[in-house]
């Protein structure tokens, strides 16, 4: 089992920046990928970044370079800089971290960007 729980969300204006965490515990050894998806309102949840144990990254087009996903593998911790965040982004972000079979999810941060 994993535990996620993310942070960082809150309001910004358009063309602002944010830095989501996702803070891992449990069985965070057998953690392969992690990643974060977003739902905006009336949306369907939609996958935005991953990044691999061993670095590897892969991103949604509507995200490549403005956003940027690393992880520190010894905090057990995931990370999502948000820079020149567009009122498209506005959202509930998610982690998720997938341990053989198994995907685990974290309860989500709001993220709002007012124009």
């Known amino acids: 089992q994993v535990q996620l729980v993310e942070s960082g969300g809150g309001l910004v204006q358009a063309g602002g920046s944010l830095r989501l965490s996702c803070a891992a515990s449990?069985?965070?050894?057998?953690?392969?990928?992690m990643g974060w998806y977003r739902q905006g309102p009336g949306t369907q949840r939609e996958f935005v970044a991953r990044i691999y144990r061993r670095g590897a990254t892969t991103y949604a087009e509507s995200v490549k370079g403005r956003f940027a996903i690393t992880r520190d593998n010894a905090k057990n911790t995931m990370y999502l800089q948000m820079n020149n965040l567009k009122d498209e982004d506005t959202a509930v972000y998610y982690c998720n971290a997938v341990v053989f079979s198994s995907t685990f999810w974290g309860q989500g941060t709001q993220v709002t960007v007012s124009s």
């Open positions: 449990g069985s965070t050894s057998s953690i392969d990928a």
